[in-house]
């Protein structure tokens, strides 16, 4: 069985920095995508940043330059570094994770930024 659990979420003042961890039940080279969404309150959940197999990188727009998505092979952890945050990245944190063409999501960590 498939399970990604995330960690790391807090509140923090606006400007500050958190890093977000996803734990993968299995190893995350097996994965042909991990990523990092998010679902602020009353609004949809969107994509934050992605990492396929090869190690290439994907950012929204609003995180460009501020967040670092990274994949720790050895540990089976996917990380979100997040930096500069802004009241607006105030949202409930997903990992998903695709392997062998289904979806899986973790439970969501809270991201709160305070400003």
């Known amino acids: 069985q498939v399970q990604l659990k995330e960690s790391g979420g807090d509140l923090v003042p606006a400007g500050g920095s958190l890093r977000l961890s996803c734990a993968a039940s299995?190893?995350?080279?097996?994965?042909?995508?991990m990523g990092w969404y998010r679902q602020a309150p009353g609004k949809q959940r969107e994509l934050v940043a992605v990492?396929?197999?090869?190690?290439?990188?994907n950012y929204a727009d609003s995180v460009k330059g501020r967040f670092t998505i990274s994949r720790d092979n050895a540990k089976n952890v996917v990380y979100l570094q997040m930096n500069s945050l802004k009241p607006e990245d105030t949202a409930v944190y997903y990992c998903?994770?695709?392997?062998?063409?289904?979806?899986?999501w973790g439970q969501g960590t809270q991201v709160t930024v305070s400003s």
């Open positions: 998903k994770g695709i392997f062998l063409s289904r979806d899986y």
């Open positions: 990492v396929p197999r090869d190690g290439s990188t």
């Open positions: 299995r190893s995350i080279s097996s994965f042909n995508v």
